[in-house]
């Protein structure tokens, strides 16, 4: 019977990763120093839902989408902390039915104080602590030149901690360099090369929004290298591997567990206790993808609420890989479908229609072993002009050194009077 603790295991470790979104208009880039004030109250979000309910939600239904595409690798992870809030701050700059559609797919109102007060204070939280290393960082970069809505850039930076800075987008390489830098900076250099200079377009890129989380747990209590050897992993193929597999046994340390019919839940936190990773492990007969099916916001709370302190013997494989996703289709099957298309309208950021999600780039990094776990991971959300008829951005080139086609037109009436071709002007 195949299993896969890795994967699950991801799941509990969506929060620590890394986002970024490309918007074409302006650019943005915060200080991370500049930090707001630690104000750590959760407040409910509107009529809704409250914040972790919706980042819970929207995890679940994400991760669903990517476990279903058969053409990604089988071991799963992303940041929905990440992915959420680097929608979030494009979202802010929605109207209309974009923003509905928005709304729908991350399960919150815009314009909601006890939002941005939770967005302002986990923030806060992420970034002021002394027990674990942790941190995220939000950053707009508009385009030389694009102007975006003073109210827009004030949200952003109140709410988010993000702030603009310039970049030119007519140089792609120099560009991408820039926000790439800044990624890595953000995640300890484990996030490189999100935005590849080929996404940028010279004339209609205007706005990449990007968020980043960096984190680096130690376990409360570690497993003894001693203790790993090489065991047998069973693939859901139904073949053996050997991997090298830590263990923890005959101790008196006590766990958070529970367990149904299906599966087994164990908690294994790290030093400050605030952030743990959930292991959730099938049982024999049990196939992961059913699990992963079934899982939602509700059920895994009450897991969670259900877990009691235990004495177990852990086995645990090491592992450390990367991934890396476009996100547009996942998310246009969700429901954000305007988003995407010249239907958008996205006039809080720039105060007019004129732009559209091109695409939604993530990569994230993990590496679990006997000391703890190190994780990062970056989204972008790449947002355009619409190229309808032309744009101010760019001067049209009309080169008419080849052969043409032409009429003589009568406007008033739209009547061809005359038509031809030149294949040799010479002649």
């Not at 006997?370 to 951005?393: C, D």
Request: hydrophobic residues 35%.
């Amino acid at each position: 019977m195949g299993k896969k603790p890795i994967i699950a295991i991801i799941v509990s470790l969506l929060i620590l990763t890394t986002a970024v979104v490309f918007v074409t208009t302006d650019l943005y880039s915060p200080d991370i120093e500049d930090k707001q004030s630690e104000d750590q109250n959760q407040n409910p979000l509107g009529n809704i839902t409250s914040f972790n309910d919706a980042v819970n939600q929207f995890c679940f239904d994400f991760f669903k989408k990517l476990a279903e595409d058969e053409n990604n690798h089988p071991n799963i992870f992303y940041s929905p902390y990440s992915v959420f809030t680097a929608l979030a701050m494009t979202y802010e700059g929605a109207r209309n039915n974009t923003a509905e559609e928005m709304k729908n797919v991350l399960h919150i109102e815009q314009d909601n104080d006890s939002f941005h007060n939770y967005m302002q204070s986990l923030y806060n939280h992420l970034n002021y602590n002394d027990k674990y290393t942790i941190s995220t960082a939000n950053a707009l970069w508009p385009d030389l030149g694009f102007n975006l809505l003073d109210e827009y850039v004030n949200i952003i930076e109140t709410y988010y901690g993000g702030k603009a800075t310039e970049v030119e987008y007519a140089n792609p390489e120099e560009a991408a360099r820039i926000i790439n830098e800044w990624v890595e900076k953000q995640t300890n250099n484990l996030i490189k090369n999100l935005v590849p200079p080929d996404k940028i377009d010279p004339d209609l890129t205007k706005l990449i929004l990007t968020n980043a989380i960096y984190f680096k747990g130690i376990w409360q209590v570690q497993f003894d290298e001693v203790n790993t050897t090489k065991r047998d992993f069973n693939l859901a193929s139904g073949e053996l591997t050997q991997v090298d597999t830590m263990k923890m046994t005959g101790t008196k340390d006590k766990f958070n567990y529970t367990e149904t019919d299906k599966f087994q839940i164990l908690e294994l936190p790290y030093n400050g206790k605030d952030i743990s990773m959930i292991i959730i492990l099938p049982k024999e007969g049990v196939e992961l993808s059913e699990i992963i099916s079934e899982i939602n916001r509700e059920d895994y709370i009450s897991w969670i609420e259900s877990m009691d302190e235990k004495e177990l013997d852990i086995y645990l494989p090491k592992f450390k890989f990367e991934t890396k996703y476009t996100l547009n289709d996942y998310l246009y099957d969700m429901g954000m479908k305007d988003a995407f298309t010249y239907d958008a309208d996205f006039s809080g950021i720039d105060g007019k229609p004129d732009l559209f999600i091109s695409s939604v780039l993530h990569k994230a990094f993990i590496e679990v072993n006997e000391e703890g776990t190190e994780a990062a991971a970056a989204t972008a959300v790449i947002m355009n002009l619409k190229a309808v008829n032309g744009n101010e951005s760019s001067r049209i080139v009309f080169d008419a050194d080849h052969p043409f086609l032409f009429t003589i037109h009568h406007k008033e009436t739209n009547t061809i009077l005359f038509i031809g071709n030149v294949e040799n002007p010479l002649e």
